[in-house]
């Protein structure tokens, strides 16, 4: 088992900056992904960004420029740096952790509570 804690999120107004924080601890496997994640009420949850463990980055093409994700692999943590926010960014931000023992395994994902992001005037 993997758990997560999360910190960061709030209220912003548009144009601001946060930061969201994410640690994992348990039984961790050299190889894994973590990243964010953010669902509003009533829609699919959809990828925000993510890192691997080697530091490979992905986002969302509507995050790509604002939006920074870094990790400490050693502390298992990842970061996401949200600048230049909008109200379309506001969200419940979902932490998730994923892991395989090997290649030939299936990913076993592990998600956070969940952080509400406000941008509004």
């Known amino acids: 088992q993997v758990q997560l804690v999360e910190s960061g999120g709030g209220f912003v107004q548009p144009g601001g900056s946060l930061g969201l924080s994410c640690a994992a601890s348990?039984?961790?496997?050299?190889?894994?992904?973590m990243g964010w994640y953010r669902q509003v009420s009533g829609t699919e949850r959809e990828l925000v960004a993510t890192?691997?463990?080697?530091?490979?980055?992905e986002y969302a093409d509507s995050v790509k420029g604002r939006f920074t994700i870094s990790r400490n692999y050693a502390k298992k943590t990842v970061s996401l740096q949200m600048n230049s926010l909008k109200p379309e960014d506001t969200a419940v931000y979902f932490c998730?952790?994923?892991?395989?023992?090997?290649?030939?395994?299936?990913?076993?994902?592990?998600w956070g509570r969940g952080t509400q992001v406000t941008v509004a005037p």
């Open positions: 890192i691997s463990s080697g530091g490979t980055t």
């Open positions: 998730n952790f994923r892991q395989r023992r090997n290649v030939l395994a299936k990913y076993t994902d592990y």
């Open positions: 348990g039984n961790i496997f050299n190889v894994f992904i």
